[in-house]
């Protein structure tokens, strides 16, 4: 099992199937965050439940080690491809050999790692160890998620930021969706295509379900 863990099939394995958790988290994300639409009680009444929730929070660094594994493979496999491949880049056409996106997914992917540190010490990190207002929803004390995240979405640039690193993960999930299904072997000519097109409607579903809610708070309050 060592052995095939440190072959490039094992290498590319596990980051598929890391990517496909991380997927499942994401979708798990969206719909936690669009009780932000439903107003401050429904968040807030949404993030206590996932706050005192046991699987939830076994969860959570689980989640942590699927987002390291993914990084670090990534990075990996992205090194050794460039060292297997000495030829100068700019003597390959590459438009024709590849599209924009499968030929960048390293620096999409390392853009995207940028802004999840931002998002995690301006969201999950206040949340978990900051000093947060409560509310009382219904008898029950809780914090006030809610008020956090209008504030910090109110700030126009940091939306801007915000809706820009969920558009740059459109663009990695556009190319890693279809991709790690083939790598696990779910995947031919026929699924290829099928896959490819889950693949942009999951892309678009997940972009514009996180970007909606910075525009929405920034514009509508």
């Known amino acids: ?130 000093e947060m207002a409560e509310v009382n929803v219904d008898g029950v004390t809780m914090h006030d998620s809610y008020a956090l995240v209008a504030e910090l979405f109110e700030c126009k640039i940091f939306s801007i930021v915000y809706i820009i690193g969920f558009i740059a993960l459109g663009l990695h999930l556009h190319h890693a969706f279809w991709s790690a299904f083939q790598t696990i072997g779910l995947s031919n000519d026929v699924w290829r295509v099928r896959l490819s097109v889950l693949g942009d409607i999951f892309a678009v579903v997940i972009t514009a379900g996180f970007t909606i809610i910075p525009l929405k708070i920034m514009f509508f309050g």
């Open 1 to 130: 099992m060592n052995v095939f863990l440190k072959s490039s099939i094992g290498k590319k394995l596990l980051m598929s199937l890391s990517g496909l958790f991380l997927i499942t988290f994401l979708l798990v994300h969206l719909v936690a965050n669009l009780f932000l639409l439903g107003g401050d009680d429904a968040y807030n009444v949404a993030t206590h439940f996932m706050d005192t929730n046991p699987v939830i929070q076994i969860m959570q660094p689980i989640l942590a080690v699927g987002f390291l594994v993914h990084i670090i493979y990534g990075i990996i496999i992205e090194l050794q491809n460039r060292k297997a491949t000495p030829v100068k880049y700019k003597l390959v056409n590459q438009k024709e050999s590849s599209k924009w996106v499968s030929r960048n997914m390293i620096w999409l992917g390392l853009f995207v790692f940028a802004f999840l540190v931002l998002h995690i010490a301006n969201f999950f990190v206040k949340m978990k160890f900051g």
